[in-house]
């Protein structure tokens, strides 16, 4: 996904900004990492270029 896609997102679960923790990137495109809530915490995976935002 595109970093630029990160002012779009937000946590499903509280709606709070995400931090993200990039551990691999290519051309402003973030592969794999993690968003971490910044109110509630909750950590989503982003795997082969694809955040998994899904509320658990
Ligand atoms: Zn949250």
């Keep these: 996904m595109k970093k630029d896609m ?3 997102l937000c946590c499903p679960t509280c709606k709070g900004d995400l ?9 402003d495109e973030i592969i794999e990492g993690y968003f971490t809530c ?3 915490n909750t950590k989503y995976p982003v795997e082969d ?3 998994n935002l ?3």
């Design 49 to 51: 270029g694809i955040p």
């Design 54 to 56: 899904l509320p658990k």
């Design 38 to 40: 910044k109110k509630c």
């Design 19 to 27: 931090k993200v923790d990039i551990k691999k990137e290519e051309n």
């Design 6 to 8: 990160l002012d779009i």
